[in-house]
Every structure is written in C-alpha cells, then in structure tokens.
C-alpha cells in the first residue's frame, strides 16, 4: 500500500511546523504521515544528514508520494537537492511540492520529457541555493556593518511571525495579490509589498530576532 509522507523542516526549536502540513492539506494534499526536523539549518545539512530527514530514504517505497513545501527542503544546496531528487525519482518515488504543485517521477521514458524535467529540477534547485545564498550575505553584511552594537545590528523587530512570512511567501508564489494577502495574514498590505520586494532582508530580520 502507498503512502503520502510529507517531509518539514524549521531552522529553530522554536518554530512551528504546523503551518506546513496545513498548506500542504489547503492545497489539496492527503496527507498519511509527517516527518519533520526542528531546529536544522537547511543551508549546512544533508537531507542524509538530518535525524528525521534520513529515514526518508528508509520509509518511502516505489510508488509512495513525497510531499515538500518547496525544493529547497531537499537539500542544502544545488548538487544536493537534484541528487536527492534523483535519487528518490529513481527508486520510483513520486515528489511534488505545495508551491505551483509541481510533479517529479520517473514515469516518463520519451527522452524530450525527461530533459524537460531535468532542467525544470535544475532551475528550481539554483533557485533555492541562489535564494539561500543571499540571505547569508545579507546576514553576514549586517553583522560586519554593526560589530559590537547588538541591538543596531537586530534592527527593528518584524511585526510579522515566522509563520506570517511563511503564508505570505507561499501565497505570492501561487500569485496572490498584496491586498488579498494581507486580508489573509492580517498583516498590513505595506508588509507584503516590503517583504515581497526583499525576501531575503524580511527572512534575515527573523532570524536576527531567533524568531
């Protein structure tokens, strides 16, 4: 018998992961079992590497589904991710993400539609690093800039939840306006737009703040 496992992560103990199974299920995922890290950087540990995260590569069978909210929870950077992908594509298993509902197996054998695929898993794997990337640089910049001078380099704290960001994020990747946004996190629409233009500096100020 298959199996829907969808596989979380938050980068504090702090975090909720919640959120996660919840947009998953809104987007019409039935979900039979989760498996979540707490408290894991997804830019310094293998997938292979974290406590929860390695059982995947026992439990999931040919046939099951693994569900994650985007790429980026696969690994920690481009090589990474698209050798798990393969990986877990090859031993017949399907992956699909929350954000656009995107599809990956092996089913496919016409080699136009492989290709196509490949280079979709490509482009969203650089995606994700390139994402990652800079909000290191972003982090490191700050902390640079404001040595010794903790409550400058924390900046003001964001008046949106890990939480919030997360919903927002996902609801401008599935083309969501800023209005229709903000009425759905009650945040401000001025948040949105700021953490729409700046995804990398809205996500930096969380982790300033542990949050």
């Known amino acids: 018998m298959t199996q829907t496992i969808l596989y979380a992560r938050v980068s504090t103990s702090e975090q909720d992961l919640s959120h996660q199974r919840t947009q998953a299920e809104k987007a ?4 039979d079992k989760v498996v979540a890290d707490h408290g894991v950087s ?4 293998r997938l292979a590497e974290r ?6 590569f026992d439990m999931l069978r040919r046939g099951d589904t693994l569900v994650v909210r985007w790429v980026d929870r696969l690994g920690r950077n481009y090589d990474d991710v698209t050798d798990t992908i ?5 031993r017949g298993v399907i992956i699909r993400t929350v954000i656009n509902d995107m599809t990956f197996d092996g089913a496919t054998k016409d080699p136009v539609q492989k290709a196509v695929r490949d280079a979709l898993i ?3 794997a ?10 290191k640089e972003a ?8 040595k010794g001078d ?3 380099y924390r900046g003001k704290k964001p008046s949106y939840s890990r939480d919030q960001f997360q919903t927002v994020i996902d609801l401008l990747s599935n083309g969501a306006g800023a209005s229709a946004i903000a009425k759905e996190t009650g945040l401000t629409r001025q948040t949105i737009l700021r953490i729409r233009d700046d995804q990398p500096a809205a996500e930096t100020a969380l982790v300033k703040w542990g949050m």
């Open 122 to 124: 490509a482009f969203m």
């Open 51 to 56: 406590t929860e995260g390695k059982r995947l």
């Open 139 to 146: 982090q490191r910049a700050g902390i640079e800039a404001n």
């Open 150 to 152: 903790v409550t400058k």
């Open 42 to 45: 997804g830019v310094s540990t």
């Open 126 to 135: 650089a995606t994700a690093q390139a994402q990652a990337e800079a909000v």
């Open 28 to 31: 019409g995922f039935v979900i």
């Open 86 to 90: 393969r990986t877990f594509i090859n």
